[in-house]
């Protein structure tokens, strides 16, 4: 069960200040002694796990237990939710990775609750995740009442599924999280949220065992391979396999080029874990990455062309676009054709290809690509292939490493490449290497899994295209691919025995944002506003006092950017004016509203400070309130008129709804961030 703030705050008394007595508890809350007795009944029950109970002796309450439960109940009491810490871009990739694995429809208030924001920010969100949607050829249905659901084919899904998550971190963080169980909070917040810890681990200790069978050559097709189970095995669980046509999936499971299914069935089942034969399908055509077109199987040759030639036909035209000749020889003409082949078999089953380094490969090659580009435009649409821009840029590096290795040069040292990005990449660093080093005389290569072994066999330098932080104790150079002015220094240094690090890491993301407008301005004041509230506990005894301390807490450094400290008279001046002019106090809440607005306030702001003991003060028709919480809500005149509806709605919920008092009188600043969020969402759907 979830605690209630009233709960929480006795809980947090007791933990903090207990033994404490039933009458001064309940005088605290302002509520019966007999409601404290059912309130510590129900927290009883909860901390039934925890060895804890609450016993009332003579009206004297006390939280009974070892201290090491007693230390794991604060540390949960005062634990802010991984949620909560995301960045904008991470909820709305967080958002679009529930929606796309969803059996259901799913409502907005869910994510607003999920990630404590208002809800309108998630209407926001949706509006990018919509568009990124439409370019994977999937639809967003937003229908009021009904809920949020991803429209399209599951194929389509699981494939912007994968790419969300190559987009998400860098691929290097990605298989940190992989191999070493990393902390990364994002991480974490991703993967539990859209599968859970149980089947994470589930799936990790699956991927030891699926290694043994020899079926990644390297790192990231091992990644992808952990990705594609994953979503297998969340589908299947929620009753949803993949759907695929009866006679595709006989062809794939009997063919002699996914044999290696049989194995990796036989793993699975000694999991517990049984697929439906179309997801078997599914599977067999991911992992099986490196599949080409072989003898009975639809490739090149049944389209009607000749893939050498064709290769010769681009690299001639990217020839003439460079003004630059380039020797089609046996090893570039030999590393197109295995890559293009089976590049083409993925294509035509509507695999995602993915190049984690396209960027990269885009600004260090920024004319060879164009030409590419082009080339691959005018040679494989006669044959109405398109060719995307992850495999341009392959084809890009084959070219490129040709254009380099051409040089030739003379080589006598020994270097390791650990290179998770597969044996294209790791070819155009060796080639840049052996140009640029001509010491360098053997040159192998190795994925992050097999570098252990490797380094025991001793290097003259260990290069890596991924940050190695605290996975060897070895001298490593972190190097791009292209081998840039920088990384030439560290290899440099490195041979020199200097140690000099330069991190690369690729960088993949949302669609680019549009340029802010005045309405997300808007959402994101607001939500800085809700994540600063304030909440202080003050020692005054008069409302003169209060007044005082307040405005010397809002002028103190901590809170600069609300107001200058030299301002501190004008501040206080104005909220003397503020109770002067009309009653301040909320009848039968002890709670007293202080709303100013004022250009000399630099920004929107809201606290909620706490007396120490009740301070009689004024309220309607000369009656007399016992206050003891006063709540602050100040903002410039020239505010948006956005966000002075917003503060108008916390104001009405002060005097309409009792339990936000009772969070801003005895709830954490989390209960009352959280109530805020509640209002304002709840009146939003009105």
């Given at each position: 069960?979830?605690?209630?703030?009233?709960?929480?705050?006795?809980?947090?008394?007791?933990?903090?200040?207990?033994?404490?007595?039933?009458?001064?508890?309940?005088?605290?809350?302002?509520?019966?002694?007999?409601?404290?007795?059912?309130?510590?009944?129900?927290?009883?029950?909860?901390?039934?796990?925890?060895?804890?109970?609450?016993?009332?002796?003579?009206?004297?309450?006390?939280?009974?237990?070892?201290?090491?439960?007693?230390?794991?109940?604060?540390?949960?009491?005062?634990?802010?939710?991984?949620?909560?810490?995301?960045?904008?871009?991470?909820?709305?990739?967080?958002?679009?990775?529930?929606?796309?694995?969803?059996?259901?429809?799913?409502?907005?208030?869910?994510?607003?609750?999920?990630?404590?924001?208002?809800?309108?920010?998630?209407?926001?969100?949706?509006?990018?995740?919509?568009?990124?949607?439409?370019?994977?050829?999937?639809?967003?249905?937003?229908?009021?009442?009904?809920?949020?659901?991803?429209?399209?084919?599951?194929?389509?899904?699981?494939?912007?599924?994968?790419?969300?998550?190559?987009?998400?971190?860098?691929?290097?963080?990605?298989?940190?999280?992989?191999?070493?169980?990393?902390?990364?909070?994002?991480?974490?917040?991703?993967?539990?949220?859209?599968?859970?810890?149980?089947?994470?681990?589930?799936?990790?200790?699956?991927?030891?065992?699926?290694?043994?069978?020899?079926?990644?050559?390297?790192?990231?097709?091992?990644?992808?391979?952990?990705?594609?189970?994953?979503?297998?095995?969340?589908?299947?669980?929620?009753?949803?396999?993949?759907?695929?046509?009866?006679?595709?999936?006989?062809?794939?499971?009997?063919?002699?080029?996914?044999?290696?299914?049989?194995?990796?069935?036989?793993?699975?089942?000694?999991?517990?874990?049984?697929?439906?034969?179309?997801?078997?399908?599914?599977?067999?055509?991911?992992?099986?990455?490196?599949?080409?077109?072989?003898?009975?199987?639809?490739?090149?040759?049944?389209?009607?062309?000749?893939?050498?030639?064709?290769?010769?036909?681009?690299?001639?035209?990217?020839?003439?676009?460079?003004?630059?000749?380039?020797?089609?020889?046996?090893?570039?003409?030999?590393?197109?054709?295995?890559?293009?082949?089976?590049?083409?078999?993925?294509?035509?089953?509507?695999?995602?290809?993915?190049?984690?380094?396209?960027?990269?490969?885009?600004?260090?090659y920024p004319n060879l690509y164009q030409?590419?580009?082009?080339?691959?435009?005018?040679?494989?649409?006669?044959?109405?292939?398109?060719?995307?821009?992850?495999?341009?840029?392959?084809?890009?590096?084959?070219?490129?490493?040709?254009?380099?290795?051409?040089?030739?040069?003379?080589?006598?040292?020994?270097?390791?490449?650990?290179?998770?990005?597969?044996?294209?990449?790791?070819?155009?660093?060796?080639?840049?290497?052996?140009?640029?080093?001509?010491?360098?005389?053997?040159?192998?290569?190795?994925?992050?899994?097999?570098?252990?072994?490797?380094?025991?066999?001793?290097?003259?330098?260990?290069?890596?295209?991924?940050?190695?932080?605290?996975?060897?104790?070895?001298?490593?150079?972190?190097?791009?691919?292209?081998?840039?002015?920088?990384?030439?220094?560290?290899?440099?240094?490195?041979?020199?025995?200097?140690?000099?690090?330069?991190?690369?890491?690729?960088?993949?993301?949302?669609?680019?944002?549009?340029?802010?407008?005045?309405?997300?301005?808007?959402?994101?004041?607001?939500?800085?506003?809700?994540?600063?509230?304030?909440?202080?506990?003050?020692?005054?005894?008069?409302?003169?006092?209060?007044?005082?301390?307040?405005?010397?807490?809002?002028?103190?450094?901590?809170?600069?950017?609300?107001?200058?400290?030299?301002?501190?008279?004008?501040?206080?001046?104005?909220?003397?004016?503020?109770?002067?002019?009309?009653n301040v106090i909320i009848p039968g809440?002890?709670?007293?509203?202080?709303?100013?607005?004022?250009?000399?306030?630099?920004?929107?702001?809201?606290?909620?400070?706490?007396?120490?003991?009740?301070?009689?003060?004024?309220?309607?028709?000369?009656?007399?309130?016992?206050?003891?919480?006063?709540?602050?809500?100040?903002?410039?005149?020239?505010e948006s008129n956005y966000l002075l509806?917003?503060?108008?709605?916390?104001?009405?919920?002060?005097?309409?709804?009792?339990?936000?008092?009772?969070?801003?009188?005895?709830?954490?600043?989390?209960?009352?961030?959280?109530?805020?969020?509640?209002?304002?969402?709840?009146?939003?759907?009105?």
């Amino acid at each position: 069960m979830e605690l209630t703030v009233r709960q929480k705050f006795i809980l947090h008394n007791l933990i903090e200040k207990g033994p404490l007595t039933l009458k001064g508890l309940s005088q605290q809350i302002d509520v019966s002694e007999r409601t404290i007795l059912r309130e510590t009944s129900a927290l009883n029950e909860w901390l039934k796990p925890y060895k804890l109970r609450i016993s009332d002796s003579a009206g004297l309450l006390r939280l009974n237990g070892q201290k090491k439960e007693l230390d794991a109940i604060r540390e949960r009491q005062q634990e802010i939710p991984l949620l909560w810490m995301l960045n904008q871009e991470q909820r709305q990739a967080l958002i679009t990775a529930q929606l796309l694995l969803a059996d259901e429809p799913i409502k907005s208030a869910y994510f607003s609750h999920q990630f404590n924001v208002v809800e309108a920010t998630i209407v926001f969100y949706l509006d990018k995740i919509e568009t990124w949607l439409k370019n994977k050829g999937l639809v967003l249905i937003r229908k009021r009442g009904y809920g949020l659901e991803v429209e399209g084919s599951d194929w389509h899904k699981r494939n912007a599924f994968v790419d969300l998550v190559y987009s998400y971190q860098p691929m290097s963080e990605l298989l940190s999280f992989l191999y070493e169980d990393v902390q990364d909070y994002p991480l974490l917040a991703f993967f539990k949220v859209t599968f859970g810890e149980d089947m994470l681990q589930a799936v990790k200790g699956l991927m030891e065992k699926l290694n043994r069978q020899g079926l990644f050559p390297n790192d990231i097709r091992f990644f992808g391979a952990f990705m594609h189970i994953l979503i297998s095995i969340k589908r299947t669980d929620s009753h949803a396999p993949i759907r695929l046509p009866e006679e595709a999936v006989r062809d794939i499971l009997t063919s002699a080029e996914f044999d290696f299914m049989t194995d990796i069935r036989a793993v699975l089942e000694e999991q517990g874990i049984k697929f439906p034969e179309s997801e078997l399908a599914y599977l067999a055509v991911h992992l099986k990455g490196d599949k080409t077109f072989s003898e009975g199987t639809p490739g090149t040759k049944e389209l009607g062309f000749d893939l050498e030639d064709l290769v010769r036909e681009a690299v001639y035209i990217v020839e003439k676009k460079l003004s630059l000749p380039i020797n089609v020889d046996q090893q570039l003409l030999t590393g197109l054709v295995q890559h293009i082949d089976p590049a083409l078999y993925r294509l035509s089953r509507g695999l995602e290809v993915r190049n984690p380094i396209i960027d990269d490969i885009k600004q260090y090659y920024p004319n060879l690509y164009q030409a590419v580009e082009q080339a691959c435009k005018l040679v494989f649409s006669k044959y109405n292939l398109v060719i995307p821009e992850s495999e341009v840029g392959y084809v890009t590096m084959h070219i490129g490493a040709a254009i380099e290795r051409q040089h030739g040069a003379e080589n006598k040292l020994s270097a390791l490449i650990i290179c998770p990005n597969g044996l294209s990449t790791a070819k155009m660093l060796s080639s840049k290497l052996t140009r640029n080093f001509p010491e360098i005389d053997r040159i192998e290569v190795c994925s992050l899994r097999e570098m252990n072994e490797k380094l025991k066999a001793g290097y003259d330098m260990v290069l890596s295209t991924v940050s190695l932080d605290k996975k060897t104790d070895e001298d490593v150079a972190v190097v791009s691919p292209f081998l840039s002015q920088d990384d030439l220094e560290a290899v440099n240094s490195l041979i020199r025995r200097r140690k000099k690090k330069n991190r690369w890491r690729e960088s993949l993301g949302l669609p680019a944002g549009e340029e802010r407008s005045e309405r997300e301005e808007d959402l994101n004041l607001t939500n800085e506003l809700l994540q600063n509230v304030q909440l202080k506990l003050l020692d005054a005894e008069s409302y003169p006092e209060v007044i005082d301390k307040i405005v010397r807490e809002i002028c103190r450094e901590d809170a600069a950017g609300i107001i200058e400290a030299s301002k501190e008279e004008v501040l206080k001046t104005l909220i003397s004016k503020r109770e002067e002019k009309g009653n301040v106090i909320i009848p039968g809440s002890h709670m007293a509203l202080l709303h100013v607005r004022s250009d000399e306030i630099k920004g929107p702001f809201i606290a909620a400070y706490r007396l120490k003991k009740f301070i009689e003060m004024k309220s309607l028709g000369f009656a007399l309130e016992k206050v003891d919480t006063f709540f602050i809500m100040l903002a410039r005149k020239s505010e948006s008129n956005y966000l002075l509806e917003q503060l108008g709605k916390i104001s009405v919920a002060l005097v309409e709804n009792r339990e936000f008092c009772e969070s801003l009188r005895i709830g954490d600043r989390q209960d009352i961030r959280k109530a805020l969020i509640e209002i304002l969402n709840r009146e939003a759907e009105q």
